[in-house]
């Protein structure tokens, strides 16, 4: 999707003579029209070049002229339109215009409506004032000119349909007015999702057999050779060899690497393009005829979906999105629903399936942005119950010291103003749960090392915690106190509890022993819904008490939700540190104070003299190595950052150049890696997530296959379509169907890529996965002291060595160390740090995680950037803010919820009280929550 920058441009491509019907001379192949606005105005059939003329220009047929004045006595400013364009699989493309099946050019038009339909269901809007403010208006009509191309800029075969949105759409009282864009746009993957599933449902119709190709719903025709779609699909490959150059990916890169790398279209010979196409076709041993005859000779093969197929596919959709986020979008809940079922459901199964889960009260309606959207019952009732913990957990426990005690306790402590608050209102606070607003580099273990030392002496004992082992492991190292994850605490806390139900005296000596604990939570921005909750409620029952510190302005969790902040919110007693300690530059401090008040453009002024704008990405990378190559003996006090893990390898990789160029790498080895390829839990049980090559981690042992506890097994193929992964098991080859078996459990499997490298004595490497017979957690740099064929010593910060097998799986979750990525940056400190800041980074680069780039360092920061002023504004359009379920609700079913959780909470209050037998939450059943 792209916008149209003028009519007049516009109006010239859409005529290009390269449409598919004779070569561009039938007037049927001249455009048609789509949506309820062009039948509002009588438009039907071909398109007259005149009229799409006018209405590109916001010239309306009643005498409205769309658009607006920006000044008095300016021009009237109006964006033309919207190019959608809707392309068939390469495969597709190939039966329909080298094999000459002509339905299959139906299925694609038939298939394009649907997508454009759905649109104007779901997208179409606009602007209007009420009371002063400014508010959407769904309007559900949209004014869409199609136009039908079959070749690329290339003169591959390719068939695609440009779908024109003009900017114009009616409004309830009979008006036109200029449409609301930004849900359009936000709404585009799922429409791709919608004209895919229309078009295999056709295909199977046919008679020709689809081929899952990506988790996303991406497919190919079953029997079409990697060879020809490769040999046809020259247009992508300049894409994709221009998002490699550049090290980026992603649909955003990609539809930019699409118009960087593009050539001017150019008139072509039909009858010779045929000709040459069938060449083609023949030298790579694709036979395009028999293609099609075989899917006439076949007939319909179409699979209907079951009720239990599309309920199991929402069901996936939903763990999907609700996992990342409390709040998502209904066009990417519709899309991942045909994607889990593409080819056997249509768009209006998959939207009956969503109001039925709203029906029966699992699903609540929400704001996503722009868009329409859900949230579900579990992530609300988290969010409650969190909520509720706050407020029955005032003045529910004995404070450790009085103010005044706390205040002598501290004195001879050198703490700044804000750390001393802190650490005073966790002393003296009487409320089970504190918070401390700790801005980054402002001392926050420093005061957490007094107040565990003050409050030992009281004879509490201080527990740390934090979402990843590496953050844990700093907090113990920094501030003294015994660490762990999250996790790992509330599993030993979980057993404790359950224990209590042994009898009143073992119940009471855990408690005991609970009630003077603290659990200090560091970086609280980054802990999720789920496992927030499980705090709350385990340090409900077991007594203890919990300090969180974190910064909101941060990167927040990787899973759904924004407790932290939400906490805050509700009122939790809470106190600030924003005395940043860790700059020396007095800028850099004030450029910090920027980014955390959302005034991303004051921020990068101040940094204009750290920043350096160089355009060509290799470039770019070429310059900060050089720096990081500069710094010599110092090399180890510099910190490379990337919003991306492919550019940080890539630095890593040319890293090592230099140190082997250098002679720094004597004694170096083949080595090979376990890189993580990044998966949801949803991902895991499906079979299209997984590729041939890849290894696959069982954290539990699945029986049935013979696959052992914590099991490492090499993927020998995958069959989409059957929903098969043929496993290599000790030489054995095992057929698994994750979706049946050991997919998307509470211990999913965990997928990995091989990489090949080398690895010498001297390097830094970080340790990428949680090993508790080693005691290395993820995160954790070394040092390599000695390494062989099969063996490595390493020596962690702590000078402890530990000696690793690299010829097994377990022994290959390391990478090299000397560029990292900005989320796991979070928390450290570097003397000097060089970050790689693309302005075409925007969904990683936001301003949560720009806070982090900037705010690593003591004395010396470097931006490398395409464009200091492409880059602020691509921050200042990503908050990077996570989303609140009840903040993002739009159902007032939810305040029933929250009556009805006030109402449990009371009952549990009186069970306890006369000393009944815990029983089983009724909340946790759909009647109750209705």
């Known amino acids: 999707m792209s916008p149209i920058s003028s009519s007049e441009v516009a109006v010239s491509y859409y005529e290009k003579d390269d449409y598919y019907a004779a070569g561009g001379n039938d007037p049927d192949a001249q455009g048609q029209w789509l949506g309820e606005g062009a039948e509002r105005l009588g438009l039907a059939g071909n398109v007259d070049r005149d009229v799409f003329k006018d209405l590109l220009d916001g010239r309306m047929p009643d005498g409205t002229q769309l658009g607006v004045v920006r000044e008095a006595g300016g021009e009237r400013e109006h964006r033309p339109g919207y190019d959608l364009t809707f392309s068939a699989p390469k495969s597709v493309t190939l039966a329909a215009l080298v094999g000459g099946d002509k339905r299959i050019i139906e299925a694609h038009q038939r298939a394009t409506q649907s997508a454009v339909g759905w649109l104007e269901k779901t997208a179409a809007a606009t602007r209007v004032k009420v009371d002063g403010e400014i508010v959407r208006e769904d309007t559900g009509n949209l004014l869409v000119a199609t136009f039908q191309h079959d070749t690329n800029r290339n003169h591959d075969p390719q068939l695609h349909t440009h779908a024109v949105v003009l900017n114009a759409t009616q409004r309830a009282d009979g008006k036109w007015r200029s449409i609301e864009s930004l849900h359009l746009f936000e709404s585009k993957m799922g429409a791709g999702a919608v004209y895919r599933s229309a078009l295999a449902i056709e295909l199977q119709k046919l008679g020709y057999e689809i081929a899952s190709t990506d988790r996303d719903g991406a497919f190919e025709i079953a029997g079409v050779s990697p060879e020809a779609i490769h040999e046809f699909s020259t247009r992508r490959q300049e894409i994709v060899e221009s998002l490699m150059s550049r090290g980026l990916s992603g649909p955003e890169a990609s539809a930019q690497a699409a118009l960087m790398t593009r050539n001017s279209k150019t008139p072509e010979n039909r009858s010779e393009l045929g000709q040459e196409w069938s060449e083609r076709a023949s030298a790579v041993g694709f036979d395009a005829s028999r293609l099609v005859d075989q ?205 209590m139900s042994a009898g009143p005296a073992q119940a009471a000596d855990i408690q005991s022993r609970y009630s003077k604990q603290v659990w200090v939570i560091d970086e609280a921005s980054q802990v999720s819904n789920s496992a927030m909750r499980r705090v709350t409620t385990l340090a409900e029952k077991l007594g203890a008490r919990v300090v969180l510190v974190g910064d909101t302005a941060q990167l927040g969790a990787i899973e759904a939700g924004k407790p932290f902040s939400r906490m805050l919110a509700a009122g939790m007693r809470s106190a600030e540190m924003d005395e940043i300690r860790r700059q020396t530059d007095s800028r850099h401090v004030s450029a910090v104070r920027d980014v955390i008040s959302g005034d991303i453009g004051a921020a990068m002024e101040k940094l204009r003299p750290e920043t350096r704008e160089i355009q060509d990405r290799d470039a770019r990378l070429s310059a900060i190595l050089d720096d990081w190559k500069a710094a010599g003996s110092e090399r180890d006090k510099v910190l490379m950052l990337s919003a991306r893990n492919s550019t940080r390898t890539e630095l890593n990789d040319r890293a090592r150049s230099i140190l082997r160029g250098e002679g720094a790498l004597r004694g170096e080895n083949a080595a090979q890696q376990l890189l993580s390829a990044y998966s949801t839990r949803a991902d895991t049980a499906l079979a299209s997530s997984y590729k041939a090559g890849q290894v696959v981690h069982f954290p539990r042992a699945l029986s049935s296959l013979g696959i052992e506890r914590g099991a490492y097994v090499r993927v020998d193929s995958v069959d989409s379509r059957a929903g098969v992964v043929q496993l290599d098991v000790n030489g054995r080859r095992v057929a698994w169907a994750p979706s049946l078996i050991g997919g998307g459990t509470k211990q999913p499997p965990q997928i990995f890529v091989p990489r090949e490298t080398s690895l010498a004595p001297g390097e830094r490497i970080v340790w990428s996965k949680n090993n508790t017979a080693l005691g290395l957690t993820n995160g954790q740099r070394l040092t390599v002291l000695r390494t062989d064929a099969k063996r490595m010593t390493v020596q962690t910060e702590d000078g402890r060595q530990v000696e690793i097998d690299r010829s097994t799986e377990s022994g290959r979750h390391w990478e090299h160390g000397y560029a990292g990525t900005i989320y796991k940056s979070q928390g450290q400190t570097a003397d000097r740090v060089l970050v790689d800041a693309s302005s075409s980074d925007k969904q990683l680069l936001s301003q949560k995680a720009f806070l982090v780039a900037v705010s690593r360092q003591k004395s010396s920061l470097t931006i490398y950037t395409d464009s200091a002023e492409k880059l602020t504004r691509s921050v200042e359009s990503s908050p990077g803010e996570k989303l609140s379920a009840v903040e993002s609700r739009r159902d007032s079913s939810i305040d029933l919820l929250r009556a009805a959780d006030r109402a449990f909470a009371r009952y549990e209050q009186n069970r306890a009280a006369e000393r009944a037998p815990p029983v089983r939450s009724p909340s946790r059943g759909m009647d109750f929550e209705r």
């Open 295 to 499: 899917a006439r000779e076949r007939g319909d093969v179409s699979q209907a979906a079951t009720a239990g197929d599309i309920a199991r596919a929402l069901r996936n959709a939903l763990s999907r999105l609700s996992d990342q986020e409390a709040a998502f979008k209904h066009s990417d809940l519709v899309r991942w629903t045909l994607a889990n079922v593409m080819g056997r459901i249509s768009v209006e199964q998959a939207e009956h399936a969503i109001q039925r889960e709203v029906a029966a009260g699992r699903l609540f309606g929400a704001s996503v942005g722009a868009q329409h959207g859900w949230t579900t019952t579990s992530a609300i009732q988290q969010e409650l119950r969190i909520a509720s913990a706050i407020e029955n957990g005032r003045d529910a426990v004995a404070n450790a010291y009085s103010s005044r005690d706390a205040a002598v306790a501290l004195a001879s402590t050198p703490l700044n103003g804000g750390q001393r608050a802190a650490a005073e209102m966790i002393l003296s606070s009487s409320d089970r749960f504190v918070g401390v607003l700790g801005r980054p580099g402002t001392g926050k273990t420093f005061m957490l090392s007094s107040v565990r030392s003050a409050l030992g002496e009281r004879g509490f004992e201080v527990v740390g915690m934090a979402a990843n082992a590496e953050a844990a492991r700093q907090l113990q190292e920094s501030a003294g106190i015994t660490s762990g994850t999250i996790h790992k605490h509330l599993r030993v806390a979980g057993a404790d509890l359950a224990r």
